[in-house]
């Protein structure tokens, strides 16, 4: 049939008005927030022109990428999402418990380390990962990359001591806070050991937990701290361990020579029940009661590594609480875009399992990893690389005395990774600058 002008008018003038109708008929929904407010269900950037990296979680790890990705190659753009408004350094916090440096000392701003290299800082909470469709979702907005880097830290394990008891693990972190999260139980904790009256304050250890040997001297400065001040305090280390690891020597020697009268050493103490409101704790070495306490619940990978789907599982199928990586390249082994770098890295050699999770390995995983995209994006294959460690510790602030330990690796000839550890366990003031002089070096590298 042919259609005739005047019927095609007519007909086409009732599709208008059944098209203009339809559009009526929908209901007009007004965006209820102002533009600059977004949900989780928005975007919080524009779909990226070239090659995105989205750094989650600005730590050690974090910061340290942001600045390598743009240093190997500026035509990246990086994003990096933190909870946290400012940065503050766990490492050197054990001297900032006992003013021997300051707040500023610790705490570096992002805005102003994010203008000078270009990069993007977000501060947000990361609340989901679609690896899929490769997007981050942040408490204000989702963010799409072509690569991630999970900076994502720690979690404290408080099932593994409370089960799904919600109220003992809140007590116990609001009372007695570990502060190894950068956040504010470091401030609780140094009102805690400054204003201590007297009595047992027990530390217990988990392992493995962040930076093995900071928890002794946590313990040797906080005993300083009790003698200067002529406090009546004893520092109860309860070490699941039979002695402190690394620098055994070292630390050994402080406790019975500087300590003998602050610091209680109790070897094989695992942790069988913690009970926070009677300050009581019961361990395979005996039993404690407590006047203060640093609860050092067993550590994990941060919530985020969690969240991303990337925790590994153990022998007993179980999850094994830290990222499964490729234990060279560091990224997923099914989803190779995904790269863990830092404390949430799991299991890398059957020789020593894991790196030890300390901020100076975070850093160089950070240049690794950097390294790995940078060169995966101008299509060239990566050339493996490892990190290294070095860890200072003072033990002794009158006067100020280091011990340190060094870790090596290397490949063997089957391709797997070697540790080689060093300890330095004479006390000594040269190793307290060299110590300076590393933390130095280390926010110049994250923050100049
Ligand atoms: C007392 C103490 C002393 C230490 N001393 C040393 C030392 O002398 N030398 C050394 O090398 N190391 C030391 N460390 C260890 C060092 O702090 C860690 O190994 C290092 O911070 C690990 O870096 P990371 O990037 O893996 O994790 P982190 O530095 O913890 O970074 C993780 C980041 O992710 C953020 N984040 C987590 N979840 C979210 C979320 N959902 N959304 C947004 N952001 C999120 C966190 O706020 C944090 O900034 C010490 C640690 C402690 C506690």
């Given amino acids: 049939m042919t259609i005739s002008r005047r019927r095609f008018l007519a007909s086409a003038g009732a599709l208008g008005a059944t098209a203009t109708a339809s559009v009526l008929a929908q209901p007009v929904t007004p965006r209820p927030l102002p533009f600059l407010i977004s949900t ?7 779909k990226p022109g070239g090659k995105r990296v989205v750094i989650c979680g600005g730590g050690w790890g974090g910061i340290s990428a942001a600045k390598q990705l743009k240093k190997n190659d500026p035509g990246i753009e990086v994003v990096v999402l933190e909870r946290n408004p400012v940065f503050f350094s766990c490492p050197m916090s054990n001297k900032w418990l006992v003013d021997v440096v300051d707040t500023n000392y610790l705490t570096w701003s992002y805005l102003d380390v994010a203008q000078t290299h270009d990069y993007r800082f977000i501060q947000t909470e990361v609340v989901a990962f679609e690896r899929e469709r490769r997007r981050v979702v942040t408490a204000q907005g989702y963010v799409d990359y072509d690569y991630l880097i999970l900076g994502a830290g720690i979690r404290y394990n408080y099932e593994a001591w409370f089960g799904n008891d919600r109220k003992a693990a809140d007590f116990t972190r609001a009372r007695y806070p570990a502060a190894y999260i950068p956040n504010a139980e470091h401030f609780a904790l140094k009102a805690g050991i400054q204003n201590f009256k007297g ?3 027990v530390m217990t250890l988990p392992p493995p937990h962040r930076c093995p040997p900071s928890p002794y001297e946590r313990a040797c400065l906080i005993a300083g701290l009790f003698k200067q001040n002529k406090v009546k305090g004893r520092v109860i280390i309860l070490d699941p361990k039979d002695s ?4 055994t ?3 050994q020697e402080a406790f019975a020579t500087l300590y003998k009268d602050q610091i209680t050493y109790v070897p094989k103490a695992v942790i069988q029940e913690v009970d926070p409101f009677n300050k009581r704790i019961r361990t395979a070495a005996g ?3 407590f006047d203060h306490g640093i609860l050092m619940a067993p550590h994990q990978a941060g919530d985020m590594a969690w969240k991303a789907g990337v925790i590994g599982r153990g022998a007993d199928g179980k999850p ?8 060279v390249f560091l990224n997923l082994k099914d989803d190779q875009n995904v790269y863990v770098i830092g404390d949430a890295v799991g299991l890398v050699s059957p020789q020593f399992s894991f790196y030890p999770k300390a901020g100076h390995v975070a850093n160089a995983h950070a240049r690794i990893v950097a390294r790995y995209i940078a060169d995966r994006v101008a299509g060239k294959a990566p050339k493996a690389a490892l990190p290294d460690n070095l860890c200072f510790m003072m033990v002794n602030t009158a006067p100020r005395e280091d011990v340190a330990v060094r870790f090596r690796y290397h490949f063997n000839e089957q391709g797997v ?6 300890d330095d366990n004479l006390r000594r003031d040269d190793l307290v600058s060299e110590d300076f002089q590393w933390a130095s070096r280390m926010y110049e590298d994250m923050f100049s």
């Fill in 40 to 46: 989780s269900s928005d975007p919080l950037l524009p």
């Fill in 199 to 201: 009595g047992d304050l």
């Fill in 244 to 247: 402190p690891k690394p620098i």
């Fill in 249 to 251: 020597e070292g630390f």
């Fill in 287 to 289: 039993d404690f009661r």
């Fill in 320 to 327: 094994s609480g830290w990222a499964a990586v490729d234990p």
């Fill in 417 to 422: 990774i070697i540790q080689e550890q060093i």
